[in-house]
């Protein structure tokens, strides 16, 4: 019965969806409905309003739907959806600025005298709208008013000029910043968390361990990494725009003409070029440059986008006016003199050692300046047209129609989990042929059709909770959820342009001269669908073209994790056997250079410790050696293994599947009165036919099976155990290298304690009775607070608690006091003398040798990757690797 009622929730929204119900009501309702109605049956005829729903209760799935509207605006850790009223605002305002008009006629005088060349302008000009507005319909109408009769009037193809103007105005859909890929990024959040506890699940039941390794978790998304992932296919989709009508209009000659400009291109032409394209290129640097260097986060980077479109709106309102310049001259005036004080004196007020007030009150005042720089910006909006009061209220209505639709899909989610859709979705998925891939093609043409009759956001905020979690658990592909949102986010910018329903065919339809029909219109977009859907496979085929830029940013910036992290041992492992094979001899004759330099009048315990530095460094290569085997075992025997674990664990999933589905019976059954037998021997039957199913699937399992698996275990427990003991033996040989540094660079504060070990001397001397030898433990207690801070000083750490201890004795014995205060004392000036003698002549030695060794046998325990090896490691990650054999 769940099935049923989840089909009537499905047939409800598509019925409220299809009369024109708004999509804010029409998902909740849909939601709402079919739980009161399943409860209310369920109650009629189970006398159970729980009967008809897969767990739980319809309390308890109204109050889960009402939790996720609260997600949405109370959660103080989910922040996402901040910038999408600041980007909306970006986008009006420079609609209102009529940028796009001086962009268009600039973009087609320069590039126009070439066959397609206004064409190949309009493309080129949407780019540039689609960075900085990313609203579509507010490009695709400002390019249809301006663009399409100039291209009309120039000969142009009418279905040709329709379908350049509708592709290039939904550029703003994959080409950051994208209110769609906001959103796609903030429901991935929550279906990262979903698919890491279905993948910690399977591994637990498939495997028997309970804790599963960190490299395996779902890496999680953001706006920011979504923005970036999204940057490459989207120049990939105005490649391929540009080079179509380029060689179109190659081919076909007359479609879309050469346009002679009748003007010179001389000095005040091109000057004119510059003016006009430099404002929307620095709002592009300003926002997404802002992003890509770590200076800014998405919500700030929409802050600055909001402002910088503001100031630009507000000298293209005065554009021939004296005073056009005069907020950006006192901006710009004040942010020079903010960035030099900021990057040369201390302006951290909370810092009172070190904050330099006089510039601390001087970046105050330009600051001050800067303030009024905007406000004046906003001003002029505000006074001139109303401007600004007519984007803030479109703001409002926009970003209102976003959130509700977000918050109508959060009780549509769970409406649709309460039935069990989730898990019917999952097992339809997982019973496909051919894994991941055959999942995922399935998914995008679902997503694909759905965009003829659904707007981008009804199938961002519906389909994603529900398929994101299932793809990003699968392990065979083991995709990162920042390409999954590209992807959908890609084939999500297909609903613009498909018929009948495509938003942008009826914006452009709108604004279009009569000449144009909606059938030019639609004929028009087909090869630009078709370029679009080219771009997703480029883009699924070559998966670095997303995870690349997100992952290099993150590996270089402030917060970039240490080489130890989990995520990166797989990228840094292949990166240091490289450097081993091309550059192994060396290694070995450094270490064999510095263990012969290595002085023998060291104190016993530390050169142990340098010994065991060598043994193990030297040991490395051998260890290097064995693993590169094992692991060569390893890909040698998966190459025939891996279909035949895939096709086991497929149907041992199933069987885990219904031997719950057999638990749940049986609960059934135990809940039933003594009287209700024929509903009992219906639920004993279910359990039979679960039984037989189990015995079937098992049957299927070929014979080799537990042979070859236990040969598999074999395999790979070698490699896993031979990789624990090479990392365990390179972090020991360079914790123990470290740890020799540390010595010698303590010697200074060794030093420091001189007087004090000189007084305890002296007064141990010059004492000879209890209540004598008492002065001397405050100076052995302040000893032991300051040598504690000290690396290497476990021994005369020791000596002193003994000496501490021979005059708590009930016998005191002066002579041995005195004994051990000499060998101690003696202990002491040791250490000062080998570290002082290190520091001078060994310690250039050990900074030589550790430059040798830090990015191989050392670099796991470094602080940061460096730029190199952050560039290797966002190269490597960047493409999806099968872990499947490891659950």
């Known amino acids: ?124 000009v949407g780019a540039l709208l689609a960075a900085t507005t990313g609203i579509v ?89 979504m923005f970036l992932g999204a940057l490459l296919p989207g120049l990939v989709l105005v490649a391929l725009y540009m080079i179509y009508v380029f060689i179109f209009a190659r081919i076909k000659k007359g479609v879309a003409p050469p346009v002679p400009f009748k003007g010179k291109f001389d000095f005040k032409f091109w000057l004119r070029v510059v003016i006009i394209i430099i404002p929307p290129l620095a709002l592009i640097f300003a926002v997404l440059g802002s992003i890509l260097m770590g200076i800014a986060t998405v919500n700030q980077a929409g802050s600055i986008g909001a402002i910088g479109a503001t100031l630009m709106a507000g000298y293209r309102l005065f554009e021939g006016k004296k005073s056009a310049f005069y907020p950006l001259v006192l901006i710009i005036g004040s942010i020079i003199p903010i960035t030099y004080l900021a ?70 989610t769970s409406g649709f989990r309460a039935f069990g859709g989730e898990e019917l979705v999952r097992d339809f998925l997982q019973d496909l042929p051919g894994g991941f891939w055959t999942q995922f093609v399935v998914v995008m043409i679902v997503i694909f059709l759905l965009g003829f009759f659904l707007d981008f956001i009804e199938i961002a905020v519906v389909v994603v909770p529900i398929i994101a979690p299932i793809l990003l658990a699968e392990t065979g592909a083991n995709v990162t959820a920042v390409w999954l949102g590209v992807m959908i986010g890609v084939n999500l910018q297909t609903s613009f342009l498909t018929p009948p329903f495509g938003f942008a065919l009826f914006y452009l339809k709108g604004v279009a001269p009569k000449i144009v029909q909606t059938l030019d219109i639609w004929k028009g977009v087909v090869p630009f669908i078709v370029l679009q859907l080219i771009g997703l496979g480029i883009v699924g085929a070559y998966p670095s073209l997303v995870n690349y830029l997100p992952n290099r940013v993150y590996l270089t910036s402030n917060v970039a994790p240490p080489p130890m992290n989990p995520k990166l041992q797989y990228c840094l492992q292949e990166y240091k056997f490289a450097r081993f094979d091309t550059n192994g001899e060396n290694i070995k004759n450094a270490i064999l250079k510095f263990q012969s330099a290595a002085p023998s009048n060291l104190p016993d315990d530390k050169m142990e410790i340098l010994d065991d530095h060598f043994d193990a460094a030297l040991a490395t290569f051998a260890l290097v050696d064995k693993l590169k085997k094992a692991e060569g ?216 040798y550790n430059n040798a060794i830090k990015d191989t046998i050392g670099l796991r325990l470094q602080s940061k990757l460096t730029k190199d090896q952050a560039i290797y490691v966002s190269r490597c990650n960047s493409i999806h690797r099968d872990i499947s054999l490891n659950f």
């Open 633 to 848: 075992e390893y890909n040698d025997y998966a190459v025939d293994y891996r279909d035949l674990h895939f096709t086991v664990r497929k149907k041992q999933k199933k069987i885990l599947k219904l031997n719950k589905k057999i638990e749940k019976y049986k609960a059934e059954i135990r809940n039933l009165d003594d009287d209700e037998l024929d509903e009992k021997n219906k639920i004993e039957l279910k359990i039979e036919d679960a039984k037989l199913e189990i015995e079937e699937i098992n049957s299927l399992i070929p014979d080799t099976w537990k042979s070859r698996n236990s040969e598999f275990d074999k395999i790979n427990k070698a490699k896993n155990t031979t990789t624990k003991r090479y990392r365990r033996n390179v972090d020991d040989a360079y914790d123990l290298l470290d740890q020799f540094a540390l010595f010698i660079n303590d010697g200074d504060k060794l030093k420091e304690i001189s007087k004090d070990i000189k007084r305890l001397d002296y007064f141990i001397a010059m004492e000879s009775n209890t209540k004598a030898y008492e002065r001397s433990v405050p100076i052995m207690d302040e000893l032991f607070d300051k040598l504690s801070e000290i690396s290497g000083m476990d021994e005369f750490l020791n000596g002193i608690d003994d000496i501490l201890s021979l005059i708590d004795s009930d016998e005191i014995d002066p002579i041995e006091i005195r004994k051990k205060s000499k060998e101690v004392v003696e202990l002491f000036n040791k250490e000062v003398d080998w570290r002082s003698d290190a520091k001078e002549k060994l310690m250039p030695k050990i900074q030589e």
């Open 137 to 225: 319909g507010a490009t695709v109408i400002a390019m249809g008013l301006i663009s399409l009769p100039t291209m009309l009037n120039n000969k142009y193809d009418r279905q040709l000029a329709s379908g350049i103007v509708c592709s290039s105005g939904t550029l703003g859909q994959i080409i950051p910043p994208s209110i769609v890929l906001i959103i796609i990024a903030d429901q991935l959040a929550s279906a990262s968390d979903v698919a890491n506890n279905l993948r910690q699940k399977d591994y637990q039941n498939l495997t028997g361990e309970f804790n599963m390794p960190g490299e395996f978790r779902v890496g999680s998304s953001s706006a920011g990494d």
């Open 343 to 412: 990057s040369t004196f201390e302006l951290n007020v909370k810092n009172l050692e070190d904050r330099d007030i006089g510039a601390i009150y001087l970046t105050a005042f330009f600051v001050v300046m800067l303030v009024i720089g905007i406000a004046w910006s906003f001003w002029r909006t505000y006074k001139t047209e109303n401007v600004l009061k007519e984007v803030v209220t479109e703001t409002c209505v926009t970003t209102s129609m976003v959130f509700i639709i977000l918050l109508g899909a959060a009780m549509l």
């Open 1 to 124: 019965m769940e099935t049923f009622f989840l089909a009537i929730l499905v047939l409800i929204m598509i019925v409220a969806l299809a009369s024109g119900y708004p999509v804010a009501f029409a998902l909740p309702g849909s939601a709402i409905i079919a739980i009161g109605l399943a409860a209310f049956f369920g109650y009629l005829f189970e006398g159970d309003s729980s009967a008809f729903f897969a767990v739980d209760g319809p309390i308890e799935w109204l109050v889960a739907g009402i939790t996720n509207f609260r997600s949405n605006y109370w959660d103080v850790e989910t922040d996402t959806l901040i910038a999408i009223p600041l980007f909306i605002f970006m986008g009006i305002m420079l609609q209102k600025s009529k940028i796009a008009e001086d962009l268009l006629i600039t973009m087609g005088q320069l590039f126009g005298p070439i066959p397609g060349g206004l064409g190949i302008s309009v493309i080129f």
